[in-house]
Protein backbone atom coordinates (compact mmCIF):
# COMPACT_ATOMS: atom_id res chain seq x y z
CA UNK A 1 0.00 0.00 0.00
CA UNK A 2 1.45 3.51 -1.07
CA UNK A 3 0.58 6.77 0.76
CA UNK A 4 -2.18 8.60 -1.26
CA UNK A 5 -0.64 12.05 0.01
CA UNK A 6 2.32 13.28 -0.17
CA UNK A 7 3.44 13.21 2.87
CA UNK A 8 6.29 12.98 4.62
CA UNK A 9 7.89 10.42 7.41
CA UNK A 10 10.37 12.53 9.25
CA UNK A 11 13.25 9.73 10.41
CA UNK A 12 16.12 11.04 11.79
CA UNK A 13 18.99 8.88 13.34
CA UNK A 14 19.06 7.54 17.08
CA UNK A 15 21.76 7.02 19.60
CA UNK A 16 19.89 6.31 22.25
CA UNK A 17 19.63 3.14 24.08
CA UNK A 18 16.17 2.48 23.64
CA UNK A 19 14.82 -0.68 21.55
CA UNK A 20 14.88 -1.41 18.35
CA UNK A 21 12.56 -3.29 15.84
CA UNK A 22 13.18 -3.93 12.32
CA UNK A 23 9.92 -4.39 10.61
CA UNK A 24 10.83 -8.31 9.29
CA UNK A 25 7.16 -9.56 9.33
CA UNK A 26 4.13 -8.82 10.36
CA UNK A 27 3.70 -11.43 13.59
CA UNK A 28 6.59 -9.72 14.91
CA UNK A 29 5.83 -6.43 14.23
CA UNK A 30 1.84 -7.46 15.83
CA UNK A 31 3.79 -8.19 19.40
CA UNK A 32 4.65 -4.48 19.81
CA UNK A 33 1.44 -3.52 20.01
CA UNK A 34 -0.41 -6.15 22.41
CA UNK A 35 -2.61 -3.57 24.25
CA UNK A 36 -5.66 -3.88 21.77
CA UNK A 37 -6.05 -5.51 18.05
CA UNK A 38 -9.01 -3.65 17.00
CA UNK A 39 -7.18 0.02 18.17
CA UNK A 40 -6.15 2.61 15.11
CA UNK A 41 -2.58 4.25 14.79
CA UNK A 42 -2.20 7.60 15.21
CA UNK A 43 0.28 9.21 13.26
CA UNK A 44 1.69 12.55 14.72
CA UNK A 45 5.25 14.70 14.25
CA UNK A 46 6.96 14.79 18.21
CA UNK A 47 8.65 18.05 18.78
CA UNK A 48 9.99 16.54 21.65
CA UNK A 49 11.89 13.94 19.02
CA UNK A 50 11.83 15.65 15.97
CA UNK A 51 10.38 13.01 13.62
CA UNK A 52 7.17 11.39 13.07
CA UNK A 53 6.12 8.34 15.52
CA UNK A 54 2.98 6.33 16.10
CA UNK A 55 0.91 4.94 18.50
CA UNK A 56 -1.68 2.51 19.32
CA UNK A 57 -5.23 4.22 19.97
CA UNK A 58 -6.77 1.52 21.66
CA UNK A 59 -10.15 0.55 20.85
CA UNK A 60 -11.59 1.29 24.50
CA UNK A 61 -14.76 -0.99 24.53
CA UNK A 62 -16.06 -3.05 27.10
CA UNK A 63 -16.80 -5.59 23.99
CA UNK A 64 -12.63 -5.82 23.63
CA UNK A 65 -11.45 -8.63 25.90
CA UNK A 66 -7.67 -6.68 26.33
CA UNK A 67 -9.42 -3.40 27.12
CA UNK A 68 -11.75 -4.46 28.94
CA UNK A 69 -9.01 -6.28 31.08
CA UNK A 70 -7.13 -2.58 30.74
CA UNK A 71 -10.30 -0.75 32.15
CA UNK A 72 -11.60 -2.98 34.56
CA UNK A 73 -7.78 -3.11 36.61
CA UNK A 74 -7.50 0.59 36.45
CA UNK A 75 -11.28 0.60 37.34
CA UNK A 76 -10.41 -1.40 39.84
CA UNK A 77 -7.44 0.30 41.39
CA UNK A 78 -8.82 3.93 41.45
CA UNK A 79 -11.97 2.56 43.36
CA UNK A 80 -10.15 0.76 45.85
CA UNK A 81 -8.57 4.58 46.65
CA UNK A 82 -11.56 6.34 46.64
CA UNK A 83 -12.32 3.74 49.87
CA UNK A 84 -15.93 2.51 49.25
CA UNK A 85 -16.91 1.03 52.47
CA UNK A 86 -20.99 -0.45 51.69
CA UNK A 87 -22.05 -2.72 48.57
CA UNK A 88 -25.58 -1.85 48.03
CA UNK A 89 -27.37 -4.18 45.75
CA UNK A 90 -30.98 -2.79 44.39
CA UNK A 91 -33.29 -5.40 42.03
CA UNK A 92 -35.98 -4.85 40.33
CA UNK A 93 -39.54 -6.36 39.96
CA UNK A 94 -40.13 -8.13 36.44
CA UNK A 95 -43.26 -8.47 36.98
CA UNK A 96 -44.00 -4.88 37.68
CA UNK A 97 -43.09 -4.52 33.67
CA UNK A 98 -43.54 -5.86 30.07
CA UNK A 99 -39.44 -5.57 28.94
CA UNK A 100 -35.87 -5.54 30.62
CA UNK A 101 -35.40 -2.60 28.71
CA UNK A 102 -38.74 -1.19 30.19
CA UNK A 103 -37.26 -1.45 33.27
CA UNK A 104 -33.64 -0.16 32.98
CA UNK A 105 -35.47 2.72 31.36
CA UNK A 106 -37.78 3.04 34.08
CA UNK A 107 -35.50 2.65 37.47
CA UNK A 108 -32.05 3.50 36.31
CA UNK A 109 -32.78 7.20 37.43
CA UNK A 110 -34.23 6.12 40.75
CA UNK A 111 -30.88 4.93 41.89
CA UNK A 112 -29.49 8.84 41.99
CA UNK A 113 -32.93 9.74 43.19
CA UNK A 114 -32.92 6.70 46.30
CA UNK A 115 -29.41 8.46 47.12
CA UNK A 116 -30.34 12.13 46.95
CA UNK A 117 -33.18 10.93 49.58
CA UNK A 118 -30.65 9.17 51.65
CA UNK A 119 -28.54 11.97 51.55
CA UNK A 120 -31.08 14.22 53.27
CA UNK A 121 -31.56 11.85 55.77
CA UNK A 122 -28.17 10.24 56.64
CA UNK A 123 -25.55 13.15 55.02
CA UNK A 124 -22.70 12.71 52.45
CA UNK A 125 -23.43 9.29 49.86
CA UNK A 126 -21.17 8.72 47.74
CA UNK A 127 -21.40 5.80 45.64
CA UNK A 128 -20.01 3.94 42.36
CA UNK A 129 -22.62 1.95 40.21
CA UNK A 130 -22.44 -1.18 37.82
CA UNK A 131 -25.34 -2.20 35.89
CA UNK A 132 -25.96 -5.86 35.56
CA UNK A 133 -27.99 -8.31 34.51
CA UNK A 134 -29.24 -11.70 35.70
CA UNK A 135 -29.27 -14.68 32.97
CA UNK A 136 -33.10 -13.30 31.66
CA UNK A 137 -31.54 -10.29 30.71
CA UNK A 138 -33.51 -8.28 33.95
CA UNK A 139 -30.80 -5.46 35.33
CA UNK A 140 -30.20 -5.02 39.24
CA UNK A 141 -27.76 -2.15 40.30
CA UNK A 142 -24.41 -3.00 42.46
CA UNK A 143 -23.40 -0.05 44.17
CA UNK A 144 -20.14 0.70 46.19
CA UNK A 145 -20.77 2.90 48.48
CA UNK A 146 -18.75 5.84 50.93
CA UNK A 147 -21.27 6.71 53.66
CA UNK A 148 -22.08 6.69 57.40
CA UNK A 149 -24.33 4.56 59.02
CA UNK A 150 -27.55 3.13 56.32
CA UNK A 151 -30.20 1.55 58.08
CA UNK A 152 -30.90 -1.55 55.56
CA UNK A 153 -35.23 -1.15 56.48
CA UNK A 154 -35.12 2.67 55.10
CA UNK A 155 -32.66 2.03 52.28
CA UNK A 156 -34.99 -1.23 51.00
CA UNK A 157 -38.54 1.42 52.21
CA UNK A 158 -37.42 4.54 49.84
CA UNK A 159 -36.64 1.82 47.26
CA UNK A 160 -39.74 0.26 47.43
CA UNK A 161 -41.55 3.49 47.08
CA UNK A 162 -39.95 4.41 43.77
CA UNK A 163 -39.83 1.07 41.69
CA UNK A 164 -42.23 -1.24 43.64
CA UNK A 165 -38.92 -3.95 44.30
CA UNK A 166 -38.37 -5.25 47.72
CA UNK A 167 -35.60 -7.18 47.87
CA UNK A 168 -32.31 -4.86 48.54
CA UNK A 169 -28.69 -6.06 50.10
CA UNK A 170 -26.81 -4.10 51.94
CA UNK A 171 -23.87 -5.37 53.39
CA UNK A 172 -20.60 -3.41 55.21
CA UNK A 173 -17.18 -3.70 53.43
CA UNK A 174 -15.06 -5.01 55.85
CA UNK A 175 -11.74 -5.39 53.37
CA UNK A 176 -10.53 -2.81 51.42
CA UNK A 177 -9.37 -5.04 49.35
CA UNK A 178 -12.91 -6.88 48.93
CA UNK A 179 -14.22 -3.65 47.02
CA UNK A 180 -11.68 -4.72 44.32
CA UNK A 181 -12.12 -7.79 44.30
CA UNK A 182 -15.50 -6.83 44.04
CA UNK A 183 -15.55 -4.90 40.73
CA UNK A 184 -13.26 -6.64 39.18
CA UNK A 185 -15.26 -10.07 39.49
CA UNK A 186 -18.45 -8.24 38.76
CA UNK A 187 -17.18 -6.12 35.56
CA UNK A 188 -15.26 -9.25 34.39
CA UNK A 189 -18.60 -11.31 34.34
CA UNK A 190 -20.63 -8.41 32.73
CA UNK A 191 -23.02 -9.10 30.25
CA UNK A 192 -22.97 -6.54 27.06
CA UNK A 193 -25.98 -3.97 28.03
CA UNK A 194 -27.92 -3.48 24.31
CA UNK A 195 -29.27 -0.24 25.46
CA UNK A 196 -26.32 1.67 27.10
CA UNK A 197 -22.54 1.98 26.64
CA UNK A 198 -22.57 3.41 30.46
CA UNK A 199 -22.43 0.01 32.24
CA UNK A 200 -20.46 2.02 35.02
CA UNK A 201 -21.46 5.59 36.65
CA UNK A 202 -20.54 7.24 39.94
CA UNK A 203 -21.74 9.80 41.80
CA UNK A 204 -20.28 13.68 41.54
CA UNK A 205 -17.41 13.05 44.60
CA UNK A 206 -16.98 9.57 44.81
CA UNK A 207 -13.97 9.30 43.02
CA UNK A 208 -11.05 12.04 45.02
CA UNK A 209 -9.29 14.88 42.88
CA UNK A 210 -6.68 13.16 40.91
CA UNK A 211 -3.78 15.57 40.24
CA UNK A 212 -4.08 16.91 36.42
CA UNK A 213 -2.11 15.05 33.95
CA UNK A 214 0.77 16.86 32.09
CA UNK A 215 -0.51 16.92 28.35
CA UNK A 216 1.36 15.95 25.50
CA UNK A 217 4.67 15.80 26.74
CA UNK A 218 5.73 14.36 23.43
CA UNK A 219 4.92 18.00 21.97
CA UNK A 220 2.59 16.28 19.17
CA UNK A 221 1.49 17.93 15.97
CA UNK A 222 -0.17 17.53 12.63
CA UNK A 223 -1.78 14.15 14.40
CA UNK A 224 -3.81 11.64 11.98
CA UNK A 225 -5.81 9.09 12.84
CA UNK A 226 -5.37 6.20 10.59
CA UNK A 227 -7.71 3.59 10.08
CA UNK A 228 -6.06 0.48 10.84
CA UNK A 229 -3.71 -1.44 13.51
CA UNK A 230 -0.20 0.01 13.87
CA UNK A 231 1.25 -3.53 13.63
CA UNK A 232 0.08 -3.98 9.87
CA UNK A 233 0.19 -0.28 9.07
CA UNK A 234 3.46 0.25 9.74
CA UNK A 235 4.86 -2.86 8.35
CA UNK A 236 2.44 -2.36 5.14
CA UNK A 237 4.58 0.79 4.69
CA UNK A 238 8.28 0.39 6.11
CA UNK A 239 8.58 -2.60 5.86
CA UNK A 240 12.06 -3.44 6.44
CA UNK A 241 12.96 -0.39 7.94
CA UNK A 242 13.62 -0.23 11.42
CA UNK A 243 11.44 1.52 14.46
CA UNK A 244 12.43 2.85 17.87
CA UNK A 245 10.63 2.75 21.18
CA UNK A 246 11.12 5.98 21.68
CA UNK A 247 9.30 5.94 25.07
CA UNK A 248 6.69 3.48 25.85
CA UNK A 249 4.46 2.90 23.11
CA UNK A 250 5.66 5.31 21.21
CA UNK A 251 7.80 4.19 18.17
CA UNK A 252 9.57 6.14 15.40
CA UNK A 253 11.58 4.96 12.37
CA UNK A 254 15.15 5.33 12.69
CA UNK A 255 17.63 5.83 10.07
CA UNK A 256 20.00 4.04 12.30
CA UNK A 257 20.42 0.59 10.91
CA UNK A 258 18.93 -2.18 13.71
CA UNK A 259 22.79 -3.82 13.56
CA UNK A 260 25.41 -4.19 13.50
CA UNK A 261 25.58 -0.91 14.80
CA UNK A 262 27.74 1.78 12.92
CA UNK A 263 31.57 1.79 14.07
CA UNK A 264 33.32 2.59 10.77
CA UNK A 265 34.82 5.85 9.99
CA UNK A 266 31.91 6.49 7.63
CA UNK A 267 30.09 6.57 10.36
CA UNK A 268 28.59 10.41 10.41
CA UNK A 269 27.87 10.72 14.58
CA UNK A 270 24.21 12.28 15.78
CA UNK A 271 26.13 15.81 15.87
CA UNK A 272 27.35 16.16 12.29
CA UNK A 273 24.20 14.86 11.43
CA UNK A 274 21.04 16.73 9.91
CA UNK A 275 18.75 16.93 12.60
CA UNK A 276 16.07 15.12 10.49
CA UNK A 277 15.59 13.96 7.14
CA UNK A 278 13.05 12.85 4.99
CA UNK A 279 13.58 9.18 4.15
CA UNK A 280 10.99 8.90 0.14
CA UNK A 281 9.09 6.23 1.25
ZN1 LIG B 1 -9.56 -2.73 22.30
Known amino acids: MEPESQAEYIVAPWDGTAPRHQLKTLGSTMSLFQECFHGQTLEAYSTKYNRTVWLLLPCNQWSCRLCAARKIS ?48 FGSVEYLRVTELTNKGWPHYHLLIRSGFLPQPVVK ?38 WTTRHVSTSRNFFPPEPPVEKNTLGLTSKTVIESNPAKYLF ?46
Not at 162 to 170: E, K, P, Q, S, Y
Request: glycine share 4%.
Open 236 to 281: SMFRGATLVELTHGVYGLTSTPDEPLPQESDHVSPSEAPLQHVLPF
Open 157 to 194: EIWASLTGATIVDLRQVKNKFQTYIYLVKYLTKMHKLA
Open 74 to 121: RLASKTNRAEPNRLLTLTIDPSKWDSPRESFDGTRRQVPELVRKLRLK
